[in-house]
DNA sequence: AGAATGGTGGACCGGGCGGTCAATAACTTT
DNA sequence: AAAGTTATTGACCGCCCGGTCCACCATTCT
């Protein structure tokens, strides 16, 4: 009945999201975008709004996205939990202090630019994190559960205080601490938690 | 022999630094800029040159400012060291989560925005982080030498672990996520660091 | 007093900003 | 084939951007 788009909304997200993971909210023009994705400024408004709007969808997408990924890397039996959630830090780790990847992680940029003025971005950003760190949780648990971390460990509290370490890694990796280091900081922390007593040395 | 300075330069540089520290760099105008120190325009680039000099000039003020003030805080006898660190890092936990300091702090914020495109912000916040983490490091030694911590404990891995978690504090608190939160954090890592034997419970 | 020096304020510039709109194209339905 | 509907394009809008420039002013030196 219509016209038909000519274009993968998709695939023109993932433009948007990457003019915005490179440069900023602020600092990416409607003209970049359009470039980015090959649309003119009148499809994109006329499919996805203001820059505004844009922004928060693609920010959305990839909250959503990361956070679903991280679950699924991190499920397993409860034999590997613990060494899961250690591999997978590690990532996190190399990814940050890799020098290629140095536009960061999306969701700590958009936070540090725009949280303190738009509540959406701060909301989807808590709550990513309180995925994270949920996911985090289930691992310590599966952990103890396995006899990997010791009965008397707290998988919240230290789910929590993996996140916020995790999180400290982007930060610093962005100024450009090299991945020795960062690594480092994860084998520090897990080096610290709580073992079993049988197998305390 | 000429027309003096009717502005203090120290409060100039104050003034510019909040606004870039509340609006970011690229969402802050030279006209925002005009307006919160009262200056025109051309006393701005006379005095300091363009928009990005004068980021730099106020980060680096602020990173300089910072590195000193927590050195000072963290500076005192061997006895305290550890208690010492750990209400620094409380009040970090604190200060992140305070919904009147939405703002953040400059360094990490900065950091975010630049550093991948600009060499000379990721420079001086790598030095900024380095300071801390040797602050840190200086503190954990005291501690290990009145034994508030134990002998095989590692001051440098420790030091390095506690800045990344630090960095993420204010990161999770920029999302907006509770003091008891982040307070937690902090005491959990402080909980897991490694006693003496002798204190071993 | 007058010249020299450098600070000050704001008019001004070209260009890029986010956003709108109307003409046109491509498709479905009747 | 005609009508109806929506996507697309890019010209266009007013505004504000960062930056320059210059007329004017306050001070110091001679």
Redesign the interface.
């Known amino acids: 009945m219509a016209r038909p788009r000519t274009f993968d909304e998709a695939q023109v997200l993932r433009a948007v999201r990457d003019q915005f993971w ?1 440069k ?1 909210y ?2 990416t023009s409607m003209d970049d975008l359009m470039q980015a994705t090959g649309l003119g400024k009148g499809s994109l408004y006329g499919a996805f709004g203001d820059k505004h709007q844009l922004f928060l969808k693609v920010f959305d997408a990839y909250c959503v996205n990361s956070l679903e990924s991280v679950k699924k890397t991190l499920e397993g039996p409860d034999a590997g939990a613990l060494e899961r959630l250690r591999q997978y830090m590690l990532g996190v780790a190399t990814a940050s202090a890799a020098p290629t990847n ?3 992680c999306l969701l ?2 958009g ?3 725009l ?2 003025q738009d509540a959406h971005v ?2 989807r ?2 709550e990513t ?1 309180r995925g994270l760190e949920a996911a985090f949780v289930r691992c310590l648990e599966q952990a103890r559960a396995h006899g990997d971390l010791a009965a008397h460990a ?1 998988p919240p ?2 789910g ?2 993996l ?10 990796g ?4 090299d991945e020795a ?2 690594r ?2 994860v ?3 897990f080096e ?3 073992v079993p007593a049988k197998r305390r040395r």
């Open positions: 490179n900023g602020a600092a140095r536009r960061g700590a940029r936070t540090s630019e949280a303190a701060a909301d950003a808590l994190f707290d509290k230290l929590a205080m996140l916020g370490l995790m999180r400290g890694l982007e930060a610093v962005k100024a450009g601490m280091c960062l480092g900081m084998e520090t922390a610290h938690l709580p």
